[in-house]
């Protein structure tokens, strides 16, 4: 019904009622439908502010952006400060789709109440920082409605609005462009000096050559253009492509108003471009286009074509197009555009043909050579059937007849015949006021006249009335034997009109003319008063002074400041402090650089020769003797696998070495270093006695490496990825403190690390029973899993935020909540300032029959903190995602984990000499109990 124009208000009870339907689209409509009849129906609509408080926290994004929109729609007072607050948690909200509707709102609350105009700035402030492409016009908007003289707020953002202009959506281009171009005349100085200049080089002709050079060098040195002036002239330049009226109109304005003169050319092309679009879009690119070819000719002489009138153009648009047409006329081009001229008088549309002849009284009068043939050929239109024609022409020819009356007396004589034909008011008193100042060239036609329009004085249009009287008092000045009655019967005439001003003319006139006993000294001038030569008339565009106003705005096209229009300031003489502009770049946070990652770059030079591979793997077991032995090398040299494998495992080795001790000084906990060391020297005793290949090997030496303080390296995305999955395979039998039990390592997956992190301790679940796996079943199963499983992902939730920084990744180990269950380890940085309480999972939204055993809350996260937990989810076989929130003391965040397939497999462990005794054929593989796979 709404979309059909229909009345739907009387129904606003019922709709309001499905509020709070949990179906979205229904929600939707209903808000549409609140945000058409809100306004009207205000008693009703304050009834649901309720629901549109729990929508604002709804997970869907669109909810909490229409409940917003709805809520700014109520206009009524007693709701301003729901709905600021709503506006301020919208503006931190982590949907850039809601952050946009709160910068729409805050034009909606400040119409409804001026006085939050502070608190407004301020969170216009916050949004104008936003890095999102989509909330930035709507920003701006909002700028330009609350605060334009704000500029300070544009500083430290406006070179960030120059880069995103290009990914802005195209109706927030045409706002941020019309605020640049504003902007940039308070802070930049004019870049037309240097064209200004070349203009005075005449003056100085006569001045010395040392004064010459002088004030020669004051303009090399007037003018520089600043580097944040040009980078939005270029910024701005790939829009003149956009498909958008709108936005190539704006951008042409910028050149137009800021850009140099040598560079402006290039916005014409795209203005003659958009002239194919609709009527309404060519009648404001063509008024702008006319006011720039007043100033500048050249820029659009190459398409003079492009404005010929087409027949099927509107009458506003053909006007438009003759204004052009005559302001690029000159003597090169004028005979081809009188010849388009002469088809155009011919036209049906009678208006658009006095706009012609108008025309060509201007081509006329701008250019003398063809005066006299724009005139001969006007005097044949005074021929022409259409009365409107003639009676134009009339008016053009009194115009071009009153710069050079001598030559032309045998036309006022053939214009004077046409007052018996011709009816139009303007066209008769044309030509008696012609006959009036030249009627002591016209003698005997004159007196003639006047009698003929004596008779018809009564029925004549007031402006003829008045041009009688003034042609009789002229007469009666020069040739008052022959109309002295004839001019005091017309006086006597105009006395009595019923039209005032006819009345007061005829009083002056009488008592200026007419002698008697009262007339003062005027009368002695009466002849010099009447007769005195009258300035020719200027022929001007009517948009010469349109100019003043800002180009593409709604104060050029209706040529009057409109409500709301902002000026354009004056170039300042001396530009601001451009400094005012530069952003302090923020470092990036320490948690992401890892003590040991400077070493990484050793490596590398392993490519070339094996001697330097040798000696490379030397120095990195001379540096992880400290810890864990001197192993490794002879590990280089005994395994059974390629070259490949014992550059990766001696790039492990040399990387655990070196971060291991970084890691144990700042730690400067000895118990963690013994607890380290005797679980590397069982791994040691076991590889030496498995003697598998190097890739195990590598695993082992990584295992030794790494101490108690080691999540940090699990968090950095710089480490391979295989080094991740032995990390954190290696710091759980450290963390427990019982180097006895190797098979610990595969299964205790439990939460200790937060007894590392400075938080209140959880308490850790129980760990299921399970088989006892020998030494080198372990020591295999590591290296199977490094083999198989090369790229473990360390994955961010893209949606946590307010300084909680999580990460999450599978470390592909059997779970301890349940053999169904797939293990799932987060890792929680603060990267504020400020401590992080209460850290749980909050509301848990799972397909049917998955579940989710959730980590112990955290009571507290210390600044710069972080932290490792683990939780088991069972995925049931499938890739569906796992939601949930995850929850601070003050803030919730939704959160998404969707598991690769290869993450839902576990590997069986097995040696290489049981795996060759028997190979399996492909065939025998099948998938056991969500994952375990058996041969």
């Known amino acids: 019904m709404i979309a059909k124009g229909k009345n739907a208000s009387e129904l606003f009870p019922a709709v309001v009622k499905n509020v709070a339907s949990k179906n979205i689209e229904i929600k939707k409509l209903v808000y549409v439908y609140l945000v058409r009849y809100a306004e009207e129906q205000q008693d009703l609509a304050l009834l649901s502010i309720s629901t549109f408080q729990r929508a604002l926290k709804d997970p869907n994004q669109l909810i909490r952006a229409s409940a917003l929109r709805v809520l700014s729609s109520i206009r009524v007072p007693i709701i301003v400060p729901i709905m600021m607050l709503a506006i301020k948690e919208a503006s931190a909200d982590l949907s850039p789709y809601v952050r946009k509707n709160a910068a729409h709102a805050i034009q909606k609350l400040y119409s409804l109440d001026p006085e939050q105009k502070e608190m407004l700035i301020e969170i216009i402030e916050k949004l104008l920082k936003d890095k999102s492409t989509l909330v930035a016009g709507s920003v701006v908007m909002a700028f330009e409605e609350v605060c334009p003289d704000r500029i300070d707020l544009i500083h ?12 802005v959506e195209e109706w927030g281009q045409v706002v941020i462009i019309h605020m640049l171009t504003r902007y940039a005349r308070t802070q930049f100085v004019s870049p037309w000096k240097e064209d200004d200049g070349l203009e005075d080089n005449e003056k100085d002709f006569y001045d010395s050559d040392e004064e010459q050079k002088e004030k020669s060098d004051k303009r090399k040195k007037a003018y520089t253009m600043d580097p944040d002036h040009r980078l939005l002239i270029r910024n701005t330049k790939p829009l003149l492509q956009s498909r958008n009226a709108a936005v190539v109109m704006a951008v042409a304005q910028l050149y137009w108003h800021i850009a140099p003169k040598s560079e402006v050319g290039i916005i014409s092309k795209p203005l003659v471009r958009l002239l194919r679009s609709n009527r309404e879009v060519q009648y404001i690119v063509l008024q702008n286009i006319a006011t720039m070819s007043i100033q500048r000719k050249g820029m659009f002489e190459p398409y003079l074509k492009s404005f010929y009138v087409r027949s099927t153009d509107p009458t506003m648009i053909k006007i438009l197009k003759l204004e052009i047409l005559t302001n690029l006329a000159n003597e090169a081009n004028i005979s081809t555009l009188l010849r388009e001229f002469q088809t155009y008088v011919k036209s049906q549309d ?44 009339v008016v053009v020819i009194k115009k071009l007849l009153q710069m050079q009356p001598i030559q032309h007396g045998e036309i006022i004589k053939h214009m004077a015949k046409l007052l018996d034909s011709i009816t139009v008011p303007v066209a008769r008193a044309s030509i008696l006021w012609l006959i009036g100042e030249n009627c002591e060239r016209v003698p005997i036609i ?35 034997r022959q109309t002295k009655l004839l001019t005091q019967y017309i006086l006597n005439l105009g006395k009595y009109d019923q039209n005032y001003d006819i009345r007061d003319r005829t009083r002056f006139i009488r008592q200026l003319i007419v002698p008697n006993e009262k007339s003062g000294a005027l009368s002695k001038y009466a002849k010099k008063i009447f007769l005195a030569q009258k300035p020719a008339p200027l022929l001007e565009s009517p948009f010469k002074d349109r100019d003043h106003f800002q180009l593409g705005t709604l104060s050029h096209t209706l040529n009057t400041k409109a409500t709301g229009y902002l000026e354009l300031s004056n170039w300042p003489e001396v530009a601001p402090d451009p400094s005012v502009r530069n952003v302090e770049v923020i470092e990036l946070a320490k948690e992401w650089t890892p003590a040991g990652k400077a070493k990484k770059e050793k490596p590398d ?99 030794e490496g790494s101490s108690s303080g080691s999540e940090s390296e699990s968090v950095s995305e710089s480490e391979s990825e295989s080094r991740k999955v ?73 949606n946590v935020g307010k300084g909680l920084a999580a990460h999450y990744s599978f470390p592909r180990q059997p779970c301890i909540f349940g053999d169904k269950m797939v293990s799932v380890q987060i890792t929680l940085n603060n990267t504020t ?12 939204k799972l397909p049917m029959g998955m579940q989710m055993h959730v980590f112990n809350p955290i009571g507290s996260l210390e600044p710069g903190g972080s932290i490792t937990v683990s939780m088991g989810i069972d995925f049931c076989d499938s890739t569906q995602t796992a939601s949930f929130q995850l929850c601070t003391k003050d803030d919730c965040f939704s959160v998404n984990i969707q598991p690769p397939v290869g993450e839902l497999l576990l590997p069986v462990a097995m040696s290489e000499k049981d795996f060759k005794k028997e190979p399996p054929n492909k065939s025998n593989f099948f998938l056991h109990e969500y994952g375990k796979i058996t041969a």
């Open 726 to 798: 032995t990390k954190e395979k290696g710091k759980k039998p450290k963390q427990d403190g019982n180097p006895l039990t190797k098979d610990v390592s595969l299964l205790d997956l439990d939460d200790s690390d937060n007894n590392h992190a400075s938080v209140n301790p959880v308490s850790t679940p129980v760990a299921l029973p399970v088989p006892a796996l020998s030494p080198s079943l372990i020591a295999d199963l590591e290296g199977g899993l490094k083999t198989i499983f090369t790229n473990s992902p360390f994955l961010s939730f893209s």
């Open 833 to 844: 300032d400020r401590k992080i309480e209460n850290i749980h999972i909050g509301e848990k």
């Open 350 to 393: 009678k208006q658009f043909a006095a706009a012609t002849i108008q025309t060509i009284g201007r081509c006329a009068t701008n250019i003398s050579e063809v005066t006299d043939t724009c005139l001969n050929g006007l005097v044949c239109l005074l021929s022409n059937r259409d009365e409107i024609v003639v009676a134009e022409s």
């Open 156 to 167: 430290k953002n406006y070179r960030k609005l120059c880069n995103l202009l290009v990914d």
């Open 446 to 480: 004159a007196p003639d006249v006047l009698r003929k329009m004596a008779k018809s004085f009564t029925s004549e249009d007031d402006l003829v009335k008045l041009q009688i009287l003034n042609l009789g008092a002229k007469l009666y000045l020069t040739n008052s």
């Open 605 to 703: 030079k392993k490519f070339y020769s094996e001697s330097e591979e040798e000696e490379d793997s030397s120095e990195s077991s001379s540096d992880s003797e400290s810890e864990s032995g001197s192993e490794s090398g002879e590990q280089d040299e005994e395994g059974d696998s390629s070259e490949d494998s014992s550059e990766d495992s001696s790039e492990h080795q040399s990387e655990s070495g070196s971060e291991s001790e970084a890691e144990n000084k700042r730690a400067g906990q000895k118990s963690s270093r013994t607890k380290g060391k005797r679980d590397s020297e069982d791994v040691d005793k076991e590889n030496e006695n498995s003697k598998t290949s190097d890739s195990s090997d590598a695993e082992s030496s990584s295992i």
